[in-house]
């Protein structure tokens, strides 16, 4: 059975550090990686996404994926407790999407 | 935002009633699909949708039916509710976005069954 597997937390970082959220996934096959933002009582909201070895930066955000190990990061700069969520890891191999089950952040200020 | 409502976003319902919970999109995505969500468990697939009449399950179908007669409506069936049916529900669509297909999420629906 094709797994996604994340830390649950809660990770705790103080504001103005960096958090690093990890996600390991079984299948090789897989073409497309993501990372989804929760909040409390809200729906998933797509934050970054890759889908080639290496990093890819978008303001705050680095998402970073090596398919050798199946294993990708979500790296947040300078956190601020805005960024207090849970954070899931998604792979998909086509039009189905696998989720793990997703890592609560908390940020203190 | 991707265009997606649900309906109804809260519901309390008792056990062996018949529930239907709808999905609305306006932007003739192609690819439908529904989850639901449980402590400990991420998002679940049960059943999706790849077309008019067009479905197929997931990994959690058992006790739920799908229907969808347009291509903008995916409508999600519990026959007879279950209070291990007890979750919330989210609809997603697929889209393209830099290259590739992503899906997203409409509010959800709270869904209790006592």
């Known amino acids: 059975q094709k797994e996604v597997e994340q830390n649950s937390g809660p990770l705790s970082v103080p504001e103005g550090a960096i958090a690093s959220l990890n996600c390991t996934y079984s299948d090789r096959g897989s073409q497309s990686f993501f990372w989804y933002r929760q909040y409390s009582g809200k729906s998933p909201e797509l934050i970054m996404s890759i889908y080639s070895n290496g990093d890819k930066e978008d303001g705050r955000f680095t998402a970073q994926l090596n398919k050798a190990s199946q294993y990708v990061s979500l790296l947040i700069r300078d956190s601020q407790p805005s960024d207090s969520a849970t954070y899931l890891c998604?792979?998909?191999?086509?039009?189905?999407?696998?989720f793990g089950a997703g890592t609560r952040l908390f940020v203190k200020a | 935002d991707a265009g997606i409502t649900q309906s109804p976003r809260h519901k309390v319902t008792e056990t062996g009633t018949p529930v239907t919970l709808r999905c609305h999109q306006t932007e003739n995505h192609r690819y439908m699909y529904w989850y639901r969500q449980d402590p400990g468990h991420g998002l679940r697939l049960i059943h999706y949708s790849y077309g008019v009449k067009d479905t197929d399950k997931g990994e959690v179908s058992d006790g739920y039916s799908v229907s969808r007669s347009k291509t903008e409506d995916f409508l999600l069936t519990l026959e007879s509710a279950t209070s291990s049916q007890t979750s919330v529900y989210f609809c997603?669509?697929?889209?393209?976005?830099?290259?590739?297909?992503?899906?997203?999420f409409g509010p959800g629906t709270r869904l209790t069954v006592l």
């Open positions: 998604a792979v998909s191999g086509g039009f189905k999407t696998i």
């Open positions: 997603a669509i697929s889209a393209t976005s830099g290259g590739l297909d992503t899906q997203y």
